[in-house]
């Protein structure tokens, strides 16, 4: 069981926005910056957020990230059919003293 | 663009170790960033494992603590993992990473990741 908590799903049509929560506690979310990576089938992760809102070179615009309180969200808009992967949420854990990960969303692109 | 790439045996035997190792080409292990491991078993989510600093100090997950090494080797420009008494729990892919510690403790380079099945 993940420490960090994300819906299995979340689907949308070509051009459509979504958004993917992460929610986490005081020790976490609420006291961390979010990460956020992009794992597409058979790949490895990529970073695709870092401190919450900050997009790596080469990540495009589409991707924003947010954090409120102990809970972050990803907003994907203009949603294209590459943007069909896993997402996680992570961030640090201060009681744990571990990097922690959501569970995982899974973007259709229907 | 920096690139790691993980080595090691595919098929380890229960309570056997895994053992890996991530080369890191195209930049240096620098004092600047942590080192980790990252493992994810077949259909599930990411676990973290361990990281390490460029000096060898090292921090781990709690419940894996007792099972693990991490090292580093700066002159070969390379880090590894042990895992000891491995059951098919530990069956999984084994992704090493370059690890951003403060501010945001951001994986932003990952290696392609190596597939560990802990079999008889």
């Known amino acids: 069981q993940s420490v960090l908590t994300q819906p299995p799903s979340a689907s949308g049509t070509p051009g459509q926005t979504i958004s993917i929560s992460c929610s986490g506690s005081?020790?976490?979310?609420?006291?961390?910056?979010v990460n956020w990576y992009q794992q597409l089938p058979g790949t490895a992760p990529k970073l695709l957020i870092y401190?919450?809102?900050r997009r790596p070179s080469g990540v495009p615009g589409r991707f924003s990230g947010s954090k409120s309180g102990a809970s972050a969200s990803l907003a994907i808009s203009g949603l294209r059919s590459e943007d069909e992967a896993e997402y996680y949420c992570?961030?640090?854990?201060?009681?744990?003293?571990?990097?922690?990960f959501g569970s995982g969303t899974k973007v259709t692109v229907l | 663009q920096m690139q790691l790439q993980e080595s090691g045996p595919g098929l380890v035997k229960p309570s056997g170790t895994l053992s890996l190792t991530c080369a890191v080409s195209?930049?240096?292990?620098?004092?600047?960033?942590?080192w980790g491991w990252v493992r994810q078993p077949p259909g599930k989510g990411l676990e973290w494992i361990a990281s390490?600093?460029?000096?060898?100090?090292?921090y781990f997950k709690s419940s894996l603590r007792s099972r693990v090494t991490i090292s580093v080797d700066t002159s070969r420009n390379q880090f590894s993992l042990q895992l000891t008494s491995v059951t098919a729990s530990d069956t999984a892919v084994y992704y090493c990473?370059?690890?951003?510690?403060?501010?945001?403790?951001?994986?932003?380079?990952w290696g392609q990741g190596a597939m560990v099945t802990v079999s008889s």
């Open positions: 990473a370059r690890l951003k510690l403060r501010p945001n403790d951001a994986f932003d380079i």
């Open positions: 195209n930049g240096s292990i620098t004092p600047n960033y942590y």
């Open positions: 390490v600093y460029s000096t060898g100090s090292a």
């Open positions: 005081s020790a976490n979310i609420g006291s961390n910056p």
């Open positions: 401190g919450s809102d």
């Open positions: 992570a961030a640090w854990d201060g009681t744990l003293s571990a990097h922690v």
